[in-house]
């Protein structure tokens, strides 16, 4: 059909061109006619050439000026031969000239045509499109371009027919379409149709069709031209998204996971109906709340501050254990997973967040840490007792050397001070259960490790097994550490009873080393470094792995909370704590503790402390429950000049406040039967405002005192306390109202 297009289109140019050249031949004979009597016809030819060139331009002017001469001789017979001759010549030149101009257009339009076939198709092949003319008439079918390939047919099959045509549609498409495409003759509608045809191999390909029915001048169709286009990817995709849009509405509406979309301004925009169920909201409700409406007030802090960096594009998405607020007023706990959808250009839509109540399982996991607990007070008691019954040994031990040296008229001074040093390592066993308890402070002072590993020594080395042999290497003068000293003498022991342990039963060595770590920057004043080995058996991999666990232990006989602790410890100093070990070749615990800029405290070291008489005048009331320590501390503040007065319960301590005038001083254990103490402190700010209290406990001074807000209150002292330390903090509470803190 294109063919016979251009074919018509090249006779209607060549006949405008020429038609004019004929006009102008016309022109030439009729003027010659008259002038017939003259022997000069070369003006004529001339005027030809002239009328044709102007006419239509070279090629058509040199034709018509050929013309012209041949016409002329006709005209002119006579003319001479010279003239003949030339004119001749002219004539058969012109008409070369004329014939290769004529030969060239046809040529050039040829060229075209092949040119312009030539880009339709390419048009067709990169398009992947199928040209179609169909003769209603005939039922013959003219097909160009990719049509073939579109059917998964090759380019030597037999001609396509309607019938077959149809027989290429997917049969589930084929009725369909055929009603489509006798409504579209029969009411000369365009054609646009989408169908899937079936390749010879029983591959399925989706086409799209589009056509023009054209009809004659009465208006019954004859042919039907248009194209087709393979869309089977388009359709693929298209398969894709509907199958995960319809993946995510279900997981949305049916699935177990609270869902929701949740605005830049943390509304929610739409909520699934597990979502409600979970915080007991409707879904109107939810989608006029913002999340910050249901969230814990001791979570929003950190969600908000994940909602701003993942809508801002700092993160890409998050995970959040959190607390949602129930419409009932419960708490349940969820695990919070939060991303972000993203227009085509990055921009921030909306969020996505996901809900999974984790309240059964967050109170499984603390009933699991309970039972933890309690099936291994076995161990931690068998732990607690074998310090204790050490400790205990020691010092019945002491005492009866104390009691022979005293026989024989010798001073028991040395016996008598490992009895309190080892007195002081079973407080320390204590506070070591409150600090796993949470209930140990962390009062902090300077220290000199080296010294304070010193002064332990002697009590390192009667927990020493009897296979292990001390060695250590404490550099002295070593920069000030902050530090709670109970804490730390802890750490100590607990990594020197470990190493001890891991000797077994061969004789071995425990080395204790300190050493200072210069700073790596200016503003920093560096690291005290504590370093416990051992020559034992070591560790595997996996021993090494769960070794600060609580409550993990490699001996049959577990040492309580062992290294789980010293970690605590650790941490709570702001230090850091490492383990190189292998099996065979022991095992070295590396502590790392930041230093301080702070001068090192001197602790009192003074045996005897006087109270000054002139600065004393009345009583102190010792407030105590514990009669053995009433009795001693009573007997040691007599024997240093002071009037003790006895109370052992909180009731007998108001009656003698409201009764006894000359009351100076309070001493006050926290916990008393009877009256409480806080009931002792607020009868002493009713009737007796200006005086003083000390208190004491076997609990920190954080724990002893929290929420109590007392003016009379001048001081602290820790059980277990020396007399010492209780004379002193005595002699300096009635110098100042300072509040002072010992231990």
């Given at each position: 059909m294109s063919t016979l297009r251009a074919s018509r289109s090249t006779f209607k140019n060549l006949l405008a061109r020429y038609g004019l050249v004929g006009?102008?031949?016309?022109?030439?004979?009729?003027?010659?006619?008259?002038?017939?009597?003259?022997?000069?016809?070369?003006?004529?030819?001339?005027?030809?050439?002239?009328?044709?060139?102007?006419?239509?331009?070279l090629g058509p002017g040199l034709f018509g000026a050929g013309l012209a001469t041949a016409m002329i001789r006709i005209v002119f017979p006579d003319l001479e031969p010279t003239f003949g001759i030339i004119s001749d010549a002219a004539m058969f030149g012109i008409a070369a000239v004329t014939f290769s101009a004529f030969s060239g257009a046809k040529v050039r339009a040829e060229a075209a045509l092949r040119e312009s076939e030539g880009r339709l198709k390419l048009v067709q092949s990169a398009a992947h499109?199928?040209?179609?003319?169909?003769?209603?008439?005939?039922?013959?079918?003219?097909?160009?371009?990719?049509?073939?390939?579109?059917?998964?047919?090759?380019?030597?099959?037999?001609?396509?027919?309607?019938?077959?045509?149809?027989?290429?549609?997917?049969?589930?498409d084929r009725e369909q379409i055929r009603n489509r495409l006798r409504e579209c003759l029969e009411q000369k509608r365009t054609?646009?149709?989408?169908?899937?045809?079936?390749?010879?191999?029983?591959?399925v390909h989706w086409l799209l069709s589009k056509g023009t029915v054209y009809s004659d001048d009465g208006g019954w169709p004859l042919r039907i031209i248009g194209v087709s286009l393979d869309i089977t990817a388009r359709k693929d995709a298209e398969a894709a998204l509907r199958e995960s849009e319809e993946r995510f509405r279900r997981v949305f509406e049916e699935g177990p996971l609270g869902v929701a979309l949740v605005g830049r301004n943390y509304r929610f925009l739409k909520v699934n109906g597990a979502l409600c169920q979970m915080v007991g909201y409707a879904e109107a409700e939810l989608t006029g709340m913002t999340f910050e409406d249901i969230t814990h007030p001791h979570d929003l802090t950190k969600d908000r501050e994940l909602a701003a960096n993942l809508f801002e594009g700092a993160i890409s998405s998050y995970k959040l254990e959190k607390r949602y607020i129930r419409k009932n007023g419960e708490i349940i706990w969820i695990n919070l997973t939060a991303s972000v959808i993203r227009n085509s250009d990055g921009t921030p839509l909306y969020g996505l967040a996901m809900m999974e109540d984790i309240t059964a399982a967050k109170h499984a996991q603390e009933e699991a840490m309970v039972r933890q607990k309690l099936e291994s007070i076995g161990v931690l008691a068998s732990g607690i007792a074998h310090d204790f019954n050490n400790l205990l040994g020691s010092v019945f031990a002491q005492a009866e050397l104390a009691e022979a040296e005293m026989a024989e008229g010798a001073s028991p001074s040395g016996e008598l001070e490992r009895i309190k040093k080892l007195a002081v390592r079973a407080a320390e066993i204590v506070r070591e259960l409150m600090l796993f308890a949470g209930q140990e402070g962390t009062d902090l002072e300077s220290l000199d490790l080296s010294r304070l590993i010193e002064e332990m020594l002697a009590l390192i080395d009667v927990s020493l097994s009897k296979h292990a042999i001390l060695k250590t290497h404490l550099t002295p003068n070593l920069p000030a550490m902050l530090g709670n000293a109970p804490q730390i003498r802890q750490m100590v022991m607990n990594l020197v009873t470990n190493a001890s342990e891991a000797i077994g039963e061969k004789t071995g060595f425990v080395t204790v080393t300190t050493s200072c770590i210069a700073a790596g920057a200016e503003s920093s004043p560096g690291f005290i470094r504590l370093e416990v080995s051992d020559t034992g058996r070591g560790m595997t991999e996996g021993q090494k792995a769960r070794i600060f666990d609580p409550f993990f232990t490699t001996k049959s006989a577990g040492r309580g909370l062992g290294l789980s602790v010293v970690r605590g410890i650790v941490q709570s100093h702001a230090g850091s704590i490492s383990v190189t070990t292998a099996p065979g070749h022991g095992t070295t615990f590396c502590v790392l503790l930041p230093c301080t800029d702070e001068p090192i405290q001197q602790r009192h070291s003074k045996l005897h402390a006087e109270l000054p008489r002139e600065e004393w005048s009345g009583s102190v009331l010792l407030v105590e429950d514990e009669e053995a320590l009433r009795i001693a501390a009573c007997k040691m503040l007599s024997s240093k000049g002071l009037s003790v007065i006895q109370a052992g319960d909180g009731s007998t301590a108001i009656d003698l406040i409201r009764t006894q005038e000359d009351l100076r001083l309070i001493l006050l254990d926290m916990t008393i039967p009877g009256a409480s103490s806080r009931e002792v402190i607020a009868e002493v700010q009713r009737v007796r405002p200006a005086l003083k209290i000390l208190l004491t406990s076997a609990y920190s001074q954080f724990e002893s005192t929290r929420d109590l807000n007392a003016p009379q209150v001048s001081g602290f002292i820790r059980k277990p306390y020396s007399i010492i330390d209780l004379t002193q903090l005595i002699s300096d509470t009635l110098r100042s109202t300072t509040l002072r803190t010992n231990g």
């Open positions: 006009l102008s031949v016309a022109v030439a004979v009729a003027i010659s006619v008259p002038l017939r009597g003259y022997a000069y016809p070369r003006p004529l030819t001339l005027l030809a050439l002239v009328l044709s060139i102007w006419g239509r331009g499109l199928g040209v179609w003319d169909r003769d209603l008439a005939s039922d013959k079918m003219v097909t160009f371009g990719e049509y073939e390939s579109l059917y998964g047919l090759g380019p030597d099959q037999r001609p396509m027919t309607y019938e077959r045509w149809l027989g290429l549609i997917h049969p589930d054609w646009d149709q989408e169908f899937r045809v079936v390749w010879p191999d029983g591959s």
